[in-house]
């Protein structure tokens, strides 16, 4: 017998909302954007949607059994509530979701953070993987970079706070990172630093066809790639290359059967895929390691909300 819950996954510039069952399968689905957005204004979003979608369901004789919630930032998974370390949404700090949705829908709710559940829906989709006793390593590559680790079936958290790869410094002299760290791979790798990157020099290339752009964004970095715009290539070329030695680094650490590339710029595969193989293949110094271990992850954009609802159902 199918069970449901409602799947919210919350990011750096939208909210997807889903209806899951448990075999994975979305039934329903809504967006709204969080970009630019308070807290507040984006908890009002939250909340006005999933009733909208809760109403919905009465009318189609679906039952709702839990709601799940991924969010970015350090998250406690019990009390519900953003501890840190959340530096795409203004002001997310110390919201406590778990507490907002039960109160208001009498549902029990579940809140992680958005790439664990990411990691935890693309665990349950991939075909190759099935139910099977395996570790896999999820990057997800959007607004910030986030991670996941599925291990024994469970996602990995240490003591509950861990598994934040793209704060991970490898540069301890390098970039300011949003979090405020200084050197972590999400300032190398990421929509937000590409745009950061493309506006810090584009006045070293004006020829640039990125000048004719109102607004400078990841997606118009890679649409002007590519057009052949040189600054945007030689943009891409160094988050891939940097991308490369971060991986290359996860492996040595976690040995995973496999690593998952998820969200908007994995979906750009044409423009790194070549040239971060070429780069781990001649780099790692892991005997023999297969390349095919590095793939793109199947659902994408929709892992987030497919997790969140399963971790609710479970």
């Known amino acids: 017998m199918d069970k449901y819950s409602i799947g919210i996954d919350i990011g750096g510039t939208k909210l997807s909302f889903g209806i899951i069952n448990n075999k994975g399968e979305v039934l329903y689905e809504a967006r709204e954007t969080s970009a630019k957005l308070d807290a507040s204004d984006i908890i009002e979003k939250l909340l006005d949607t999933t009733s909208d979608i809760l109403e919905k369901v009465k009318k189609d004789n679906i039952k709702i059994e839990s709601i799940g919630i991924g969010s970015p930032g350090r998250m406690d998974s019990k009390t519900g509530i953003v501890v840190d370390c959340s530096p795409n949404l203004k002001n997310w700090q110390g919201v406590n979701l778990k507490e907002l949705f039960e109160k208001k829908f009498n549902l029990p709710t579940f809140v992680d953070n958005d790439a664990n559940c990411a990691a935890f829906g693309e665990y349950f989709l991939f075909e190759s993987i099935g139910k099977e006793d395996k570790t896999i390593l999820v990057l997800t590559l959007g607004t910030g970079l986030g991670s996941g680790v599925i291990t024994n079936n469970k996602v990995f958290k240490g003591k509950g706070l861990g598994c934040e790869i793209g704060h991970m410094i490898i540069d301890y002299k390098g970039r300011k990172c949003n979090c405020g760290q200084t050197g972590c791979i999400e300032a ?47 943009l891409i070329d160094e988050m891939s290359e940097f991308l490369s030695y971060g991986i290359i680094s996860l492996v040595n650490i976690f040995d995973p059967d496999l ?36 793939q793109i992850a199947q659902s994408n954009d929709k892992a987030g909300l497919i997790g969140a609802g399963l971790i609710a159902l479970q």
């Open 188 to 234: 190398y790798v990421s929509g937000t630093a590409l745009e950061t990157q493309a506006k810090l020099r584009l006045e070293n290339y004006p020829d640039s066809k990125l000048h004719s752009e109102e607004e400078i964004t990841g997606h118009k970095i890679f649409k002007n790639a590519k057009n052949g715009d040189l600054f945007s290539n030689i």
């Open 259 to 294: 690593v998952l590339l998820s969200g908007g710029i994995a979906l750009q595969k044409d423009f790194y895929m070549n040239k971060l193989k070429t780069i781990i293949k001649n780099q790692i110094n892991y005997s023999n390691f297969d390349l095919e271990t590095i």
